[in-house]
């Protein structure tokens, strides 16, 4: 029996910033330290987090006055921001992904220029929420779609003015089936200029595709409420493996693996490595001591911190 590990998998570079973010904000200042949502949709680090005295909330009214904030990765939308500028805080942070703030640029410019969007994404994902709160044009509209049926349901005011955008986590193969079905009932409508769709998730489904091919059973790791982990189940599921997402090696079924020559991991772009190490240490325990890292892309990104944190690190 042989375990397989995806390549790349786990944190990307909008994690990574996020999480330094709080990082410094608790070395900075101490506890607590609010944060507008999950800072990262990962139960661990969440759970590690408020160990160390973060609180998670979408309520204004549990933010202490004096004290510091910082927005998810996911973004937050323009009406939160303004609300949060009455609250008299310390300081600010904005943990933003760099990618999805450059898609809110996008958003707002359009919403200036009369633009009308069709925005494919995830009805009640964080960062489809920030996202279409960017749009303030009353004449025209940003209109969410998860379906090729939704297209066709569309009201648009003016189809000569406009354009997609997509929510960076998506799958790119359902994606491109959803763009051409609105080309089919839009065929002058304007792409976005940005591949909305992160590098990280990109990588992290071809990697899948090329574990699929590979392996007897896949094991991906992260959390429910993680969209791109839930993209990388589902593109395994299609290709016809038994897939199952985990949190930790908690949630793994020994049944699973009965009869299985070759097991596959990935993990989603919010994971840290000491879970997947746990992991592999579990099927150790199992007997289970080949492990074998595939190739894959090298991803060599990395964001700067915000201005306002990086000055006070320099003090």
């Known amino acids: 029996m042989k375990i397989l590990l995806a390549n790349p998998r786990g944190f990307c570079a909008g994690v990574e910033r996020a999480i330094k973010i709080v990082n410094y904000a608790l070395l900075i200042y101490g506890p607590p330290i609010y944060v507008w949502h999950e800072i990262v949709h990962n139960e661990f680090i969440i759970n590690e987090f408020k160990k160390k005295g ?61 633009k009308e969007i069709i925005f494919i994404g995830n009805a009640g994902h964080q960062e489809v929420k920030g996202t279409i709160g960017q749009y303030y044009n009353k004449n025209g509209g940003i209109y969410l779609v998860e379906s090729k049926k939704d297209i066709w349901k569309l009201k ?9 955008i997509t929510q960076t986590t998506l799958s790119k193969y359902d994606t491109m089936h959803i763009v051409k079905e609105i080309y089919k009932r839009f065929p002058n409508i ?16 071809e990697a899948i595709y090329n574990l699929a091919k590979k392996t007897d059973i896949i094991l991906i790791v992260g959390s429910k409420n993680s969209s791109n982990a839930n993209r990388l189940k589902e593109i395994s ?40 190490d746990n992991i592999i240490t579990f099927f150790k325990k199992q007997g289970i001591n080949k492990i074998i890292e595939l190739n894959g892309k090298n991803e060599n990104v990395n964001f700067k911190l915000p201005r306002n944190l990086q000055k006070l690190i320099k003090k």
């Not at 009214?61 to 500028?85: C, D, Q, T, Y």
């Not at 648009?156 to 997609?164: A, F, P």
């Not at 200029?193 to 990588?203: D, F, G, H, M, Q």
Request: one cysteine or more; proline letters at 2%.
């Open 54 to 114: 973060v609180i998670f909330t979408e309520n204004l009214k549990k933010i202490r006055k004096n004290s510091i904030l910082i927005f998810s990765a996911h973004g937050v939308s323009e009406k939160i921001k303004k609300k949060v500028k009455k609250l008299h805080l310390k300081n600010l942070f904005d943990a933003t992904c760099p990618l999805v703030s450059n898609i809110h640029m996008e958003v707002k410019k359009a919403s200036l220029n009369n």
């Open 156 to 164: 648009i005011k003016n189809e000569q003015n406009l354009y997609y």
């Open 190 to 205: 304007q792409s976005s200029k940005l591949n909305n769709i992160c590098y990280a998730t990109i990588n992290r489904q």
């Open 237 to 276: 599921e299609k290709i016809g493996k038994p897939s199952y997402l985990i949190n930790s090696y908690h949630d793994i079924n020994i049944k699973w693996i009965k009869n299985i020559k070759k097991i596959g991991i990935t993990a989603g772009a919010s994971v840290p490595n000491i879970i997947i």
